[in-house]
C-alpha cells in the first residue's frame, strides 16, 4: 500500500541532493512510499525495469543468477541505498534480483517521472545526474574494492606497469575529424554545438599500448576519454589481477576521484594504440558543477559511462563469490 512522501525525507537523498524546493515538492507528489515485507521481491533479474527504489527502513539482498541454475548473493542493502538506478540510466533490464529479507518500507519512482524530470527546463537535469553519478561512483567502489580484497592487501608502491602520467606528460596531438566523434554511438543523439562545447573543453593525446594512464591508490589526474583504441581497468595485486572492463571508443575513465576527492580505485593501461581525449581536473570541475548545455552532455555521458562500469564489474564479481579468481 502507497503513503504520502514528504519533501523532508526526499531532501536527505544523495540522489535529489540539491534540487529546488519546488521541484522537491513536485517530486513528492510522483513519489510513492510503500511497506514492503521479508521475502517480498522487488524485480527479477533480466526485467524491464518500471522504476527505481530508495530504502527508507529494511534491507534488501542483491542477487544474480549465473549458468546453470546457480545464484550468488552479491550485497545487502540497508536504508539510504538506492536500487534499480541503473536500468533508468541505461536503458537496459534490472542487472541482478532484489529480494525484502527485513521489513521496512522505500521510496519508488517510476520510469516514466524519471523521464519526466529530466525533461524539465532549467538546472534540474543537471542535479539529477550529478546525484546518480554520485551515487554509481559510491557502488562502483565497493565493488572494486570487492574485487581487490579478494586478492590480497593493496598495494604498498607503484603499480607494476609503472607510473601514471600527469596530463601535463602526456603526448597532445591535433583533434580527430568531428564527423568521426559525432558518429560515434555515446554521442550521436547529442545536439552538435552542445556536444562540440564539451568535446572543445579538453585536449587530445596520444598513448601507446601498455601505458599506464590511472594508478590504483594514485590521485586522481583528470578526465579521459577514448576517442579510438581501447584501455582496459585492472585491479593488481603483486602477479596477480582482475580485469574490471574495457573502454573502447566513446567511454570514460578517471572521474571517480574528481568527485569524491578518494584516490583511483583501478588501475587504466592502454590495450593499443590509442587517442584520448584529456580534461583537466579544473576543466572537469567547471563542466560537473555547471548546468549550461555543455555540462549537460557531460554529466549524460558520465552517468552512462558509469552504469557501464557497473555492469561490467558484476561479472568477475560474481565469478569470485562462486569460487576464488587464479
Request: charged share 20%; proline share 8%.
Amino acid at each position: 500500500m502507497y503513503e504520502p512522501v514528504g519533501v523532508g525525507l526526499l531532501a536527505t537523498s544523495p540522489l535529489f541532493e540539491g534540487l529546488p524546493a519546488s521541484d522537491l515538492v513536485d517530486l513528492a507528489r510522483v513519489v510513492r512510499r510503500r511497506s514492503v515485507s521479508a521475502g517480498d521481491v522487488l524485480w527479477h533479474q533480466g526485467t524491464a525495469a518500471k522504476g527505481m527504489a530508495i530504502i527508507i527502513e529494511g534491507r534488501v539482498a542483491v542477487a544474480l543468477r549465473l549458468p546453470g541454475d546457480r545464484t550468488v548473493d552479491l550485497a545487502e542493502v540497508g536504508p539510504g541505498e538506492t536500487l534499480g538506478e541503473l536500468p533508468l540510466i541505461d536503458g537496459g533490464p534490472h542487472s541482478a534480483t532484489a529480494r525484502v529479507t527485513e521489513a521496512g518500507s522505500m521510496l519508488f519512482l517510476s520510469r516514466a517521472d524519471f523521464v519526466a524530470f529530466l525533461s524539465r527546463p532549467g538546472p534540474v537535469a543537471c542535479v539529477l545526474w550529478r546525484g546518480f553519478v554520485g551515487v554509481a561512483t559510491a557502488r562502483l567502489r565497493r565493488q572494486l574494492a570487492y574485487l581487490g580484497d579478494s586478492l590480497g592487501p593493496p598495494p604498498s608502491g607503484r603499480a607494476a606497469a609503472g607510473p601514471a602520467p600527469t596530463p601535463a606528460q602526456l603526448e597532445f596531438t591535433g583533434p580527430p575529424d568531428s564527423r568521426y566523434i559525432r558518429r560515434m554511438a555515446n554521442f550521436r543523439a547529442f545536439e552538435p554545438l552542445a556536444l562540440w562545447g564539451f568535446l572543445t573543453r579538453g585536449r587530445y593525446a596520444r598513448v601507446e599500448r601498455g601505458q599506464t594512464l590511472e594508478e590504483e591508490g594514485g590521485p586522481a589526474t583528470g578526465l579521459y576519454v577514448v576517442i579510438n583504441g581501447g584501455v582496459e581497468r585492472v585491479v593488481i595485486r603483486g602477479d596477480r589481477r582482475i580485469r574490471v572492463g574495457l573502454a573502447g571508443p566513446g567511454r570514460a575513465f578517471g572521474y571517480e576521484g574528481l568527485i569524491d576527492g578518494e584516490p583511483a580505485p583501478s588501475t587504466a593501461i592502454a590495450r593499443e594504440r590509442a587517442l584520448l581525449l584529456v580534461l583537466s581536473p579544473d576543466a572537469f570541475a567547471r563542466l560537473f558543477q555547471g548546468d549550461i548545455d555543455e555540462s549537460l552532455v557531460f554529466l549524460d555521458v558520465i552517468t552512462r559511462d558509469a552504469a557501464a562500469w557497473l555492469r561490467q564489474a558484476l561479472r568477475p564479481q560474481a565469478r569470485l563469490a562462486t569460487g576464488p579468481i587464479a
